[in-house]
């Protein structure tokens, strides 16, 4: 990695500074981290503080779960879509899609066991807010 790589990971991370959901992966010492605008995903080497990775994401993020069984991570984001992406392994990480939610649909809870992925949107005019149910892929 050159020196204009590392310098660019380690700006994205300084700017991650506004309401900035986190999730860990116990397994390989990864941190994940949301940036709300721009919207990235940042994951940190936890043995050694090194950013590892930055992707672009869905802006204003408000909640980033992992699951450690199909190693996705889902960040809800005010964008109006859930961006996800894949753990290839704890170095290695791509973009896999948007899923669009809706109107500010940023808060989200994953529940593993189930294998769902709630998304909770507002309400615009007439449009009521509602919760969104979407089936995970293992």
Do not use: C, W
């Not at 660019?8 to 709300?36: C, K, V, Y």
């Not at 992707?55 to 992992?66: E, N, R, S, T, W």
């Not at 290695?92 to 994953?110: A, D, F, M, P, Q």
């Not at 294998?115 to 979407?134: H, L, S, W």
Request: proline fraction near 4%.
């Amino acid at each position: 990695m050159s020196t204009e790589d590392v310098l660019a990971r380690q700006e994205a991370i300084s700017n991650l500074d506004i309401n900035t959901p986190m999730a860990l992966d116990e397994t390989h010492n990864r941190l994940f981290i949301a940036g709300r605008t721009p919207g990235v995903l940042a994951v940190l080497n936890t043995d050694t503080g090194k950013v590892i990775a930055t992707l672009p994401a869905a802006d204003g993020v408000d909640d980033l779960a992992f699951d450690p069984q199909t190693r996705r991570i889902y960040l809800a984001g005010g964008e109006g879509f859930v961006s996800v992406f894949h753990q290839i392994d704890a170095d290695h990480y791509e973009s896999i899609g948007k899923v669009s939610t809706g109107n500010r649909g940023k808060i989200g809870v994953l529940v593993p066991d189930l294998q769902r992925y709630y998304v909770a949107t507002a309400n615009k005019g007439t449009t009521p807010a509602r919760i969104m149910i979407f089936q995970t892929q293992q």
